[in-house]
């Protein structure tokens, strides 16, 4: 059973442009919500995180926006350049252990 | 300061063969975790330790993965009777305390081929 569904799976941005990345969960144990940025034969890096007490939170170009009654999240970042060009992964966490349960990942170009 | 380092960055083995990864974390976390990213299966979680608490193996595929953490610090993941199905990258996380402090920070991974 997929936990955290992400779309869209690719992504094509025009420089300047938001791109805007979607995910949703369904374990309601779940209470943090990063998001990974990972580069070709590079490990994911933690770009932004987010409670489930919080709405928004903003980070430079990046935001995370959350609905927890809908439980849904999403990434959006504000004029996208073609260093942006990257795999985004969401993923969540609850419970002791606090293993990242992760979406399919979202494969942005930024053309420029 | 040093990241999650992990060895080697590439490993091809023959099917049949026995492997062992190598995870370095940052120090300080007492948390670690290890997790497994093909293209079929995308990213997902093997095992977690705590500190000198019993490792949690919920996510092992199998039992021939097995994994250990010396002295609260090194931990290395052993893949027995290794089949294609194994090739993947195996990445390797750290968190300064779980429970307390939720971000993990990932290493750059070891590529496993199995021919």
């Known amino acids: 059973q997929q936990q955290v569904k992400q779309s869209p799976q690719s992504l094509i941005v025009q420089k300047g442009g938001i791109s805007i990345i979607n995910c949703a969960y369904e374990?309601?144990?779940?209470?943090?919500f990063p998001w990974y940025q990972q580069f070709p034969g590079k490990g994911p890096a933690l770009l932004i995180a987010?409670?489930?007490?919080?709405s928004e939170k903003k980070e430079g170009r990046f935001t995370i926006s959350f609905n927890k009654s809908a439980k849904q999240f999403s990434l959006h970042i504000m004029d996208s350049q073609p260093g942006d060009s990257a795999t985004y992964f969401c993923?969540?966490?609850?419970?002791?252990?606090?293993?990242?349960?992760f979406g399919s990942g979202t494969q942005l170009t930024v053309l420029p | 300061g040093a990241g999650v380092s992990q060895s080697p960055s590439n490993k091809v083995t023959e099917k049949g063969k026995d492997v062992e990864l190598r995870c370095d974390p940052i120090?300080?976390?007492?948390?670690l975790y290890w997790y497994r990213q093909s293209l079929g299966q995308g990213l997902e979680f093997l095992i977690y330790?705590?500190?000198?608490?019993?490792?949690?193996k919920s996510g092992l595929p199998s039992d021939r993965f097995s994994a250990e953490r010396t002295g609260g610090s090194v931990s290395t993941l052993t893949i027995q009777r290794t089949q294609q199905e194994d090739s993947a990258v195996y990445l390797c996380?750290?968190?300064?305390?779980?429970?307390?402090?939720?971000?993990?920070?990932f290493g750059p991974g070891t590529r496993l081929t199995v021919t």
């Open positions: 993923a969540a966490s609850g419970g002791s252990a606090r293993q990242l349960t």
């Open positions: 374990n309601t144990a779940f209470d943090y």
């Open positions: 996380a750290s968190s300064l305390a779980g429970g307390i402090s939720y971000e993990q920070y």
């Open positions: 987010i409670r489930p007490d919080v």
């Open positions: 120090s300080g976390h007492t948390a």
């Open positions: 330790f705590q500190g000198n608490s019993a490792p949690d």
